[in-house]
Nanobody, 129 residues
Framework: VQLQASGGGLVQPGGSLRLSCAASGFTLDDYAIGWFRQAPGKEREVISCISSIHTGSTYYAESVKGRFTVSRDHAKKTMYLQMSNLKPEDTAVYYC??????????????????????WGQGTLVTVSS
């Protein structure tokens, strides 16, 4: 199983960016998937979870709620993290993470790193003027 996160880059405060997460050897639609980030000098933190395609329920950390949106494209077998109104404190390496036990985010501690078995390599987002 390999996860590939992409789409990071440099963006000005207030700007938008869309990250993608693709998988090989794993069907992203079937299980709940998480997005995490790690800012320089800080611990990795969860920012979002999306349940399997059966419900697609989404959950967000308070720090990104209302600004970030997670979604799936079934045909492209890709997940997206749309980020808007970006702030300098959003600067971080962003990761998608997968597990193959739970269908719904509500069924487990979606913020716990040890619940996820598969991690992408991360993509750097820098928010700066």
């Amino acid at each position: 199983v390999q996860l590939q996160a992409s789409g990071g880059g440099l963006v000005q405060p207030g700007g938008s960016l869309r990250l993608s997460c693709a998988a090989s050897g794993f069907t992203l639609d079937d299980y709940a998937i998480g997005w995490f980030r790690q800012a320089p000098g800080k611990e990795r933190e969860v920012i979002s979870c999306i349940s399997s395609i059966h419900t697609g329920s989404t959950y967000y950390a308070e720090s990104v709620k209302g600004r970030f949106t997670v979604s799936r494209d079934h045909a492209k077998k890709t997940m997206y993290l749309q980020m808007s109104n970006l702030k300098p404190e959003d600067t971080a390496v962003y990761y998608c993470a997968a597990q193959d036990k739970y269908y719904y985010c509500s069924g487990y501690d979606w913020g716990a790193e040890n619940e996820y078995h598969y991690w992408g390599q991360g993509t750097l987002v820098t928010v700066s003027s």
